[in-house]
């Protein structure tokens, strides 16, 4: 049983750390509150300033369940974006740690219509650039209860972590209710040293996504339909559709639903299929968000699903907070 219990976490290990890619996903699924994390010329775009915390739990019911927290920060000072996130993945017996840090300048193009308060953001045009970094480790302590796994070399303390700086480059335009974005990550094919030897980079991938808020009930309600395509250097390939539809009650409350379909295919033409429900409440300058994904492949069905909660704050009253 000691030997049977040895290969599974080895195995479960070895997989988790085969490509470094699987760190990228952790952030980027969480995009739908908070755009900024696929595309960096998002920080600072609004002219508030931000903070946002988000905890994912991943098929809860289960031991060692996958937990993930993002801390995320942005602002602006004049035309210039300054953004950051940190994040932290525990994964059973591997854990997760890493951060970007941004530079974004914002161009206004607008000086007629007043859409927002400040009619310079109204029509904008945004670039920005990050660095990344992203540093594996696995939790050693589990191994050393098996004396087997003391004289095998690879879980050597020298070869039990590993480390791989990045960066990313994106673009964003918005014009009064329409948006667009495209970003491009993993831009330096930077490889990670795991078990003494060069793992394959993370995959460059590109993301776009575009949208359009339309305006109901004098500006209190609105709809806004959102369509978001990722490819990366595999050719996995990812679609999803957002429709949200919120209302601004009163300049102290104010709610947002939104529904979430997602299809993907891997270069071998497997698909996945998901769908989440949200909700999210602005108590004056608060948010709390809630999210549910619901696997339409119906592969899992020994846990109670993967759930996401988001606590935020904003230094101004902002409508589209989670943009």
Known sequence: MRLKKYLVLM???????????????IVYDQYHFNYYLVNPALAGAEPCTHFMLTNKFQWVGMDDFPMTQVLTAKGRINNVGLGGYLYNDRNGYSNRLGGQFTFAYHIPLSKGRQYTKRKTYDRQLSFGVSFKFNYFYINKEIFD???NALDDRAFADDY???????????????SYGGFVGLSMTNLIPMRATLYGSQENPAPFTAFLFGGYTIDLQNNNTYLEPMLMLKMDAYLDIAMDLNVKFGQDVSN?????????????????????????????????????AYAFTLDLNSLITQSAGTHEIMLGYTFCYQKHFCR
Not at 160 to 174: D, E, H, Q, S, T
Not at 259 to 288: E, L, V
Request: aromatic fraction near 20%.
């Open 160 to 174: 039990l972590n590993g480390w791989a700086p990045n960066a990313n480059f994106g673009v964003y335009y918005k």
């Open 145 to 147: 209860k098996d004396p």
């Open 252 to 288: 102290k409350w104010g709610y947002w639903v939104q529904a979430s379909y997602r299809h993907s295919w891997d270069a071998g033409n497997i698909q996945a299929k998901t769908f989440m429900p949200m909700f999210g409440f602005r108590i004056q300058k608060f948010q709390i």
């Open 11 to 25: 195995v479960f290990a070895l997989t988790g750390v085969a490509t470094l890619s699987a760190q990228e996903e």
